[in-house]
Each structure stands twice: as C-alpha cells, then as structure tokens.
C-alpha cells in the first residue's frame, strides 16, 4: 500500500505551512505520517531523529514517498542510507546539503544530518524531485542546485517560491508539489 511521510524543516513542526493541508490531500491516496521531530539547539540532530522515524521503519517500504522541505530531504537520504531502506519517490522542497545557513542555531542543528557521498542515494529511491527557487532567502541558489544536481531526476524552479513557507505565500496550500506527488 502507498503511504507518505512528511518531513518538516528546523526548528519546524508538522503544523507549519502547508503541511496540515498537504497531509489531509494525501489522505485521501493513503496512509499519511506527518511526523514532529525534536527541535531545538540541544535536541534537533540526527540521532534523535533517528529514533523518532525508527518508530515508524516497519511501514517504509519501496512503495513509500517521502516529502521533505528544508533540512527535511537530507534527514531522510540519511536516514535511508544509514538502514538500508528503499522507497519509491522523494520530493524535497528547497533541500540543501552541506550548507551553512546564518553561522548560528540553524548550522548547529543541521551539520549532523549532511551526507558525504549523496551519489550513492541513486539505489535506494528510483525517483527524486528538487523544487527550489531563485529567490530563497534562507539557502543560496548555488547550494540549492548543487544538492539537486547530485540527487534529482528531475528540478522543479519555481519563481518567487522563496523557502516555500508562510512568509513566501505558502501558509495554506501548495498545489504544484500535491501534483507532482498525485
């Protein structure tokens, strides 16, 4: 059976944005995990959520879509590599590795899900899809495309998508990515 996982960003939760909307959409397809992972300075890295999605390993399956945004996509390449667990699709929403971001909290929290070798993620997702957008103001479009480059079948650009949150008009809905997932 199809099921979903749905990845938040730092600092985020599964409340945010158009997370709420997107779960209730994708309900109507599946089984929809739309998961709050620990955040804060102290408590927000891989490890920790690790073990949050190590709750929920037994329903991912090569069926399973994952749909991250921000420090999402990488958390979950991680995480796949490191148990050796293959899904159908990823869809990563302004996704970046190896990327500093203010020099402060957010670069603490998020070191610790970068991946050296992201080529070898090819074998363990058969379909990978990078939206992103010129005028994000939180990661460079360099880095944006360098982490696309490495992971994506295909890139998605969306114009004045900024980091695809509230602030940049996605507090509600977010159509084009429900589409791609459809």
């Not at 329903?59 to 958390?75: A, D, H, L, Q």
């Not at 997702?125 to 990078?130: D, G, K």
């Amino acid at each position: 059976m199809r099921n979903y996982f749905i990845i938040h960003g730092s600092f985020g939760n599964s409340n945010e944005h158009y997370l709420p909307w997107l779960k209730e959409e994708l309900k109507k397809q599946g089984e929809v995990f739309c998961i709050d992972f620990p955040i804060g300075v102290n408590v927000q890295c891989f490890d920790s959520w690790s073990k949050t999605l190590d709750k929920y390993k037994d329903k991912i399956n090569e069926e399973t879509i994952f749909i991250g945004r921000s420090i999402g996509p990488i958390f979950a390449i991680k995480y796949l590599m490191e148990k050796d667990l293959k899904i159908n699709k990823l869809i990563s929403v302004s996704g970046f590795n190896n990327y500093s971001v203010d020099g402060g909290d957010y670069d603490k929290v998020n070191e610790s899900m970068f991946v050296k070798d992201l080529k070898k993620f090819k074998k363990y997702c058969s379909e990978v899809v990078c939206i992103i957008s010129e005028n994000d103001p939180y990661v460079k479009l360099t880095a944006l495309n360098d982490f696309a480059n490495s992971v994506a079948n295909k890139i998605i650009n969306i114009k004045d998508g900024g980091h695809f949150n509230t602030e940049s008009g996605y507090g509600f809905k977010f159509e084009e990515l429900l589409n791609l997932i459809k």
